[in-house]
């Protein structure tokens, strides 16, 4: 694998470097850089994607027939890596990354043509409506029911752990349109607005204090036969689908070694004592990197697979099973390097709003709240333990 960039490339890379200088605001990167989460707040990160819209790189992962910018394996790399070291804000990944290629891949003509330009141009977003209260892990249990009415479905039900459900206008969802023999049978993906009669969103307060997830209520909501992705009962197809672009088509890895820059720049500073003097901190800081080295090499694998238009397959749980236990070993070893000065932190979203002078200095602010937001990364997107049982079946034949 050749990891040098040629001169087209190399020009690239500037273009890259250029827009980030024009369009990204000092209050996007103070915002982006105390947000714990990998959600921005939709004022920031939806900001962003109509600047990045506007430039034509909306969805650097998509076709280039519905809006993508065609770009190589070494561009998207380039284009990656440029926007973690400049501290962009996130898009909502649940339209770009998520829903977006499913109704590319699955969609009706008149819902590419309706919703694709939607996402592109920050105009919609998105939530996902897939875990419930006893269908988590075992997601195909779910029983959210959508009943056909002539050409509306009905839907009753409960999705939980929804994230920014209180932001979305938005969600696809998986429903129960009929019963099979395997549970996996009889589930329909459906595209719903949120603004529909009966839909009631509950705030659910995390352990970072924050509202980030919501549990959402179905009272009898009517939805268009018209909003269901592909074929009725195919929806555990689609949702799998999409799953593995959650979990496999991002570049996780320049994020981490950022975030982990960060750390050792505090484990370097007078404000921690210098506590990369400890041996421990030292040896830890190299392991993670070395871990986050092999991380991108998988990624750069996944990423000429996807630019051919493969998805990731089983590898996508690699890279999410690797991707968050890196993330909670960075978020980790940050507690450890501030020690007991983390008890002074507020962990409260959005901190980039605070109306008063913290107690902690702003360099150490988010350290606290993402080691508790990322509490959560083995868990949603399917957990550590669903994702050695993919790859144990799927790769190692088990």
Not at 192 to 200: H, Q, R, V
Request: glycine share 10%; aromatic share 8%; with cysteine.
């Amino acid at each position: 694998m050749d990891l040098t960039f040629n001169a087209e490339e190399r020009a690239f890379q500037s273009e890259v470097r250029g827009f980030i200088a024009k369009n990204l605001t000092d209050e996007m990167k103070r915002a982006t850089a105390l947000t714990p989460s990998v959600f921005s707040d939709p004022d920031i990160g939806m900001a962003w994607q109509r600047a990045l819209h506007r430039q034509g790189w909306g969805a650097p992962g998509w076709p280039v027939e519905y809006g993508g910018p065609d770009w190589t394996p070494a561009q998207r790399w380039i284009f990656e890596t440029e926007s973690a070291r400049a501290g962009v804000p996130n898009v909502n990944v649940m339209g770009v990354k998520m829903v977006g290629p499913v109704i590319i891949g699955f969609g009706s003509p008149e819902q590419k043509n309706f919703y694709l330009p939607r996402i592109l141009s920050g105009e919609d977003y998105w939530c996902q409506g897939y875990s419930e209260p006893g269908s988590g892990s075992d997601l195909s249990s779910l029983k959210t029911r959508a009943v056909r009415d002539g050409d509306d479905y009905i839907i009753n039900g409960t999705k939980i752990w929804t994230t920014h459900a209180h932001h979305a206008n938005r969600m696809f969802a998986l429903v129960r349109t009929s019963d099979g023999e395997r549970q996996q049978d009889g589930i329909s993906f459906i595209l719903i607005d949120m603004t529909t009669p009966g839909i009631t969103t509950r705030p659910i307060l995390t352990i970072g204090g924050d509202h980030e997830v919501n549990q959402v209520f179905f009272d009898d909501v009517r939805v268009p036969v018209a909003n269901r992705v592909g074929d009725e009962g195919k929806g555990w197809t689609y949702g799998k689908y999409l799953l593995e672009f959650e979990r496999g088509s991002g570049i996780a890895s320049a994020k981490l070694r950022e975030g982990l820059k960060a750390i050792a720049e505090l484990a370097e500073s007078d404000l921690t004592g210098r506590a990369i003097d400890s041996p421990d901190i030292a040896s830890r800081i190299s392991e993670v990197e070395v871990d986050i080295d092999a991380l991108e090499m998988t990624e750069l694998r996944v990423l000429s697979a996807l630019q051919t238009g493969q998805n990731p397959g089983a590898v996508s749980s690699i890279l999410k099973l690797r991707n968050s236990e890196i993330r909670q070993a960075v978020t980790r070893l940050g507690v450890d390097v501030i020690g007991h000065d983390a008890l002074a932190v507020e962990p409260m979203r959005p901190l980039y709003k605070l109306n008063h002078e913290p107690a902690t200095p702003e360099d150490m602010l988010t350290v606290v709240p993402e080691y508790l937001n990322g509490r959560a990364y083995t868990i949603f997107g399917g957990t550590s333990e669903i994702q050695r049982d993919i790859i144990a079946k799927m790769m190692l034949g088990i």
